[in-house]
């Protein structure tokens, strides 16, 4: 994974945006969603590192995740950002892609 730039980052979200997606989050493994299928309408970056990055979508509300730190487009085109620690450990994932994701 690559540090995040928060510009590159805003693009890659454009993507996104008007589409049926899925998404997995997890937060210091007390918050866990994977395979929630919603339509994104819009998406937001903030901060200057690390960074928070908030979804709204169509009818049922948002969600914001924070501490992001890091990114990364796998092979099959899911976007992957996670926010490390200090000491390198993964505290929050945010991972959205256009298929679902592996169980």
């Known amino acids: 994974m690559n540090p995040i730039d928060r510009s590159e980052v805003e693009d890659l979200l454009r993507i996104y ?12 493994s007390y918050v866990f969603v994977r395979n929630f299928r919603v339509k994104l309408m819009q998406a937001f970056v903030a901060g200057e590192g690390p960074f928070r990055i908030a979804f709204r979508f169509d009818q049922i ?3 914001r995740m924070e501490a992001l730190t890091h990114v990364e487009e ?3 085109g899911r976007l992957l950002l996670a926010g490390y620690d200090d000491r390198g450990r993964m505290n929050v994932a945010l991972h959205l892609g256009k298929e679902p994701f592996p169980e």
């Open 61 to 63: 509300g948002w969600l």
């Open 17 to 28: 945006i008007g589409e049926e997606i899925y998404i997995h989050s997890e937060a210091t």
């Open 74 to 76: 796998d092979r099959v």
